[in-house]
C-alpha cells in the first residue's frame, strides 16, 4: 500500500523455485515461516502484472469494435482505458521505486523490511522484453547481462556467478535450480528483450550459446534437459535434471530465425 508495488507469495510463485530474490525461497524451505510471504516486489511480477493489464486492454478494444450497440462498446471501450491506465501505472511504479542507474538495472525490493535486493538474477531483462524501460535504462540493462557474472558459455545465468549462494546443483526436488544453471525460458526472453531495444546482434549471440547448448545435448544425450549447467571449462553445458523434457526448450527451435526475421512471438499485438 505505501509503495504501489506488487509481490510475490514466495518465489516457488515466480517459477523460480528457489531464486535468491528471497531469504528463504518458498513454503517447502525448512527455514519458511509465515511473515516471509508477501514480503518479495520483483520486476517479474510487476512486468506479467503490466502484461495482462495491456492484454485485456487489446482484448476489450477488439471486443468493443464487434459490439451489437454503441452503448456496449463505450462500456468496453472505457475498460480499455481503464487497463492501460492500469497498465501504466505499474511500469511507473517499477521505473521509480526499483529501477537503479548506477547499478545498470532493477533491483528487488522487500516490502516488510523496506530494503532493496540487489542480488543480479534473470529477472533483470524482464523489463526489456515487456517494452517497460527507456533507451538509455536499455542500454544499461544490455550492459549488465553481458557482464561475466551474467553471461556464461551456454547462456544467461540465472543467478550471478559473483553471488555466494551461486551453484548448479544437478537439483529438482523438493524444488529446482534457479541460482546458477541457464534455463531455456528465461534466455528467450532476454533475447527477444534485447532485439527489440535494438541489441539485435548481442541477441544472437546470447541465442546461439542457447542452441548450441541444447544441439550438443541432443548430440551427447539424445534428449534436452531442464537446465543447463553455467560452470566454467569442461562442465559448461553438462544438462541438469528432467531428461526428457521439452516444454519451454522448444522455444529454442526457431529462436535464431525469429530474432533475424525480428518477430517475437511472445509479443502483444492489436488485432489486425
Not at 509481490?7 to 517447502?28: F, I, K, Y
Not at 519458511?32 to 493489464?53: G, N, Y
Not at 533483470?124 to 553481458?146: D, F, H, K, R, S
Request: a negative charge; charged letters at 20%; proline letters at 3%.
Amino acid at each position: 500500500g505505501k509503495t504501489g508495488l506488487r509481490v510475490w507469495h514466495d518465489q516457488m510463485e515466480s517459477g523460480a523455485d528457489n531464486c535468491v530474490l528471497s531469504t528463504c525461497p518458498n513454503h517447502r524451505s525448512p527455514c519458511w515461516t509465515d511473515e516471509q510471504a508477501f514480503t518479495l516486489a520483483s520486476v517479474d511480477v510487476m512486468t506479467f502484472l503490466q502484461r495482462e493489464h495491456i492484454a485485456f486492454a487489446l482484448f476489450s478494444e477488439a471486443w468493443a469494435e464487434e459490439a451489437a450497440s454503441e452503448e456496449e462498446a463505450a462500456v468496453h471501450r472505457s475498460a480499455a482505458v481503464a487497463s492501460r491506465a492500469a497498465g501504466d501505472s505499474l511500469a511507473h511504479i517499477m521505473n521509480e521505486k526499483l529501477w537503479r542507474q548506477n547499478l545498470g538495472y532493477h533491483v528487488a525490493w522487500n516490502v516488510s523490511s523496506s530494503t532493496p535486493i540487489i542480488a543480479r538474477t534473470y529477472v533483470i531483462a524482464w523489463p526489456l522484453w515487456a517494452g517497460l524501460v527507456n533507451q538509455t535504462q536499455a542500454a544499461a540493462i544490455a550492459v549488465t547481462l553481458e557482464k561475466d557474472d551474467m553471461l556464461s558459455a551456454v547462456g544467461l545465468r540465472s543467478t550471478s556467478s559473483d553471488d555466494p549462494r551461486y551453484n548448479n546443483d544437478n537439483e529438482i526436488i523438493p524444488y529446482s535450480n534457479w541460482r546458477g544453471p541457464m534455463w531455456v525460458n528465461a534466455n528467450a526472453v532476454a533475447c527477444y528483450g534485447l532485439a527489440r531495444y535494438g541489441f539485435k546482434e548481442q541477441a544472437l549471440r546470447l541465442a546461439a550459446r542457447v542452441v548450441g547448448a541444447l544441439a550438443g545435448d541432443l548430440r551427447n544425450s539424445s534428449n534436452w534437459h531442464e537446465a543447463y549447467s553455467t560452470a566454467t571449462g569442461s562442465a559448461a553445458g553438462a544438462p541438469l535434471a528432467a531428461a526428457g523434457f521439452l516444454s519451454w526448450d522448444t522455444l529454442s527451435a526457431e529462436l535464431i530465425s525469429n530474432l533475424q526475421a525480428g518477430v517475437d512471438p511472445l509479443a502483444l499485438h492489436k488485432r489486425a
